[in-house]
């Protein structure tokens, strides 16, 4: 079993406010739900980041898909694995990673995401030349666009034990790793994305 992307990820921040005009300005639709704040992406029916207010600001969740259907499942894997479940925020099965972060398990598809106009999928890569006699920096001022998240990344100060909790238990595979007393560890869910969660090295989680 392993999980099949990220849905979404939460913070709690001190102004929810600085937290709209920040991901306004990265191209994100903001949308005040009165005791939060949730971002999507434009053209996707689904939250990509969801704002709390607190104290600090401070990484708060990550929410992953699982096949329709399997929560049952996920939920004797987890017991099996020694994980307890806690009361979440939402639907879906709700639990802590080794580090204190919530993880979020819902059975619910993936959306689609809109799909690449042609000047944000021209590359010039190898023998492959798609953009020919065109400057990007002519248009680097113009707003972003983001069209899905694709991955998170978290701070650990144990990068190799929660790596081994993201692969034992949820079923991540590792793309890639910065060694060196395991500086950062990269984990993908399958054919896709390189990766979809990355650790990397800190004297805290966040």
Same mark, same amino acid.
């Given at each position: 079993?392993?999980?099949?992307?990220?849905?979404?990820?939460?913070?709690?921040?001190?102004?929810?406010?600085?937290?709209?005009?920040?991901?306004?300005?990265?191209?994100?639709?903001?949308?005040?739900?009165?005791?939060?704040?949730?971002?999507?992406?434009?053209?996707?029916?689904?939250?990509?980041?969801?704002?709390?207010?607190?104290?600090?600001?401070?990484?708060?969740?990550?929410?992953?898909?699982?096949?329709?259907?399997?929560?049952?499942?996920?939920?004797?894997?987890?017991?099996? =694995? #020694?994980? *307890?479940?806690?009361?979440?925020?939402?639907? %879906? !099965?709700?639990?802590? /990673?080794?580090?204190?972060?919530? &993880?979020?398990?819902?059975?619910?598809?993936?959306?689609?995401?809109?799909?690449?106009?042609?000047?944000?999928?021209?590359?010039?890569?190898?023998?492959?030349?798609?953009?020919?006699?065109?400057?990007?920096?002519?248009?680097?001022?113009?707003?972003?666009?983001?069209?899905?998240?694709?991955?998170?990344?978290?701070?650990?100060?144990?990068? =190799? #034990?929660? *790596?081994?909790?993201?692969?034992?238990?949820? %079923? !991540?595979?590792?793309? /890639?790793?910065?060694?060196?007393? &395991?500086?950062?560890?990269?984990?993908?869910?399958?054919?896709?994305?390189?990766?979809?969660?990355?650790?990397?090295?800190?004297?805290?989680?966040?």
């Amino acid at each position: 079993m392993r999980v099949i992307g990220i849905r979404n990820y939460g913070m709690t921040v001190p102004d929810l406010k600085e937290g709209i005009d920040y991901f306004t300005t990265f191209g994100l639709e903001m949308t005040d739900q009165g005791d939060r704040v949730v971002g999507r992406c434009v053209g996707r029916d689904m939250d990509q980041v969801i704002l709390v207010k607190g104290k600090e600001k401070r990484y708060r969740h990550t929410s992953f898909a699982v096949e329709p259907g399997s929560l049952p499942d996920w939920e004797t894997r987890l017991k099996e =694995k #020694g994980v *307890e479940l806690v009361e979440g925020e939402g639907p %879906g !099965l709700w639990f802590h /990673d080794p580090e204190q972060r919530l &993880v979020n398990l819902m059975d619910e598809p993936l959306a689609p995401w809109r799909p690449a106009e042609e000047k944000e999928s021209q590359y010039n890569l190898g023998d492959s030349v798609d953009r020919v006699d065109v400057a990007l920096w002519h248009t680097a001022t113009e707003p972003a666009l983001p069209r899905r998240l694709s991955h998170v990344l978290c701070f650990s100060a144990d990068v =190799k #034990g929660c *790596e081994q909790f993201y692969t034992d238990v949820l %079923g !991540l595979r590792v793309s /890639d790793r910065l060694v060196g007393h &395991v500086l950062a560890s990269f984990m993908n869910s399958g054919p896709g994305d390189h990766y979809i969660m990355a650790l990397i090295k800190s004297t805290h989680p966040g």
